[in-house]
């Protein structure tokens, strides 16, 4: 009888030591996930940095290359011989391409960066502040940009 309770005392030994080693693989697993997401967070962040910064090189080398383009044409043109008129004329055209391509690029960049208007913003952080916070719109009426920043400035920080 004394072997048997031996026995069994070894055996519940073994278990107790079991669970707490599974005890200690999950904490060390789950400390091992949340790294691996927050590394994870970081590289998605930076990927997106870096593609802005492609995208803003793109625009730059385009640019560059339709100035080399036209510095380009006009050289061949001032080393033909051309009377007079056609260098006038010459110049007129360049003036006019680079008017043309530069309105182009003008518009390309005003629909890139939209500014933000104070009204606009104020829409956001009202209907954030009512998804999230739970506030109701009639609170925020009569409400200046500047009053209702802090509220939600406070918000977001919650969440963050």
């Not at 609170?139 to 920080?157: C, V």
Request: one cysteine or more; hydrophobic letters at 40%.
């Amino acid at each position: 009888l004394k072997e048997l309770m031996d026995l069994c005392t070894n055996l519940s030994n073994k278990v107790l030591d079991l669970e707490n080693e599974v005890i200690e693989i999950k904490s060390s697993h789950k400390a091992k996930i949340e790294e691996l997401e927050s590394r994870v967070e970081k590289l998605e962040e930076e990927n997106m940095s870096l593609t802005k910064d492609h995208k803003i090189f793109n625009t730059r080398v385009e640019s560059l290359t339709i100035n080399k383009t036209i510095v380009t044409w006009f050289m061949k043109m001032s080393m033909q011989d051309v009377p007079n008129a056609g260098v006038k004329e010459v110049a007129k055209e360049i003036v006019k391409v680079q008017s043309r391509q530069s309105d182009v690029v003008r518009k390309y960049q005003a629909l890139k960066v939209k500014v933000v208007l104070v009204a606009q913003a104020r829409k956001n952080m009202m209907i954030y502040l009512k998804n999230m916070a739970g506030f109701k719109m009639d609170f925020f009426k009569g409400m200046s940009y500047k009053e209702i920043r802090p509220l939600f400035e406070e918000e977001y920080n919650k969440v963050q």
